[in-house]
């Protein structure tokens, strides 16, 4: 199972961007769909971005053509590209790894639009 890993968090003005990063550890990396969610005190922990192990993506409607979700298997590294950023993107954004039954979490980073 993977170890997770995610960075890149951060105050940003409104219209601004930011790349968080999600660093893997274990093996069989290249097999694992990986994700990005987010979540608000309050409220469910949403899927933002989806890479499947062969390189597709899926976004949910509120971040299509804003973010970008990539891989890098050789560094075991997952990347979301944060453009044109809202107040209402503010949340903690979480890395998650999954294969089969295996569904791994990383700590959480902090996206914070505002200005």
């Known amino acids: 199972q993977v170890q997770l890993v995610e960075s890149g968090g951060g105050l940003v003005q409104p219209g601004g961007s930011l790349r968080l990063s999600c660093a893997a550890s274990g093996s069989a990396f290249g097999l694992y769909a990986m994700r990005w969610y987010c979540q608000v005190p309050g409220k469910q922990r949403d899927l933002v971005a989806a890479?499947?192990?062969?390189?597709?993506?899926n976004y949910a409607n509120s971040v299509k053509g804003r973010f970008a979700i990539s891989r890098d298997n050789a560094k075991k590294m997952v990347y979301l590209q944060m453009n044109s950023l809202k107040p209402e993107d503010t949340a903690v954004y979480y890395c998650n790894a999954v294969l089969g039954a295996q569904n791994s979490w990383g700590q959480g980073t902090q996206v914070t639009v505002s200005s």
């Open positions: 890479i499947s192990s062969g390189g597709t993506t």
